[in-house]
């Protein structure tokens, strides 16, 4: 692969190593966040399960409630892949 598609494939994958999916109601009392995390290696951002669940915090805080989680998966990037992390939650 030529140096400039290099370059322009680790841009990429850093813009979208930063997109979560926001709150994504799952049923009436459970919600979801995803988020996608780049980490130069492989593996998954240090910081990307503690930004889902500041998320997912400040959106239950906002109804007086406290998060609950329900399910937390970690998925590793590998080499071309993004990692994820995905949290299920409930407001309490």
Do not use: W, Y
């Not at 130069?40 to 889902?52: D, P, Q, T």
């Not at 805080?61 to 992390?85: F, I, M, W, Y």
């Amino acid at each position: 692969m030529s140096k400039p598609k290099i370059v322009a494939l680790s841009i990429v994958l850093l813009l979208s190593g930063c997109a979560s999916s926001g709150v994504v109601p799952l049923s009436a009392d459970k919600f979801m966040i995803s988020k996608n995390t780049a980490k130069v290696g492989g593996g998954i951002s240090a910081s990307a399960a503690s930004e889902v669940h500041e998320e997912a915090n400040d959106f239950c805080a906002k109804q007086g409630k406290k998060v609950e989680t329900v399910d937390l998966q970690l998925t590793p990037g590998r080499a071309g892949s993004l990692g994820n992390v995905t949290l299920q939650f409930r407001c309490t």
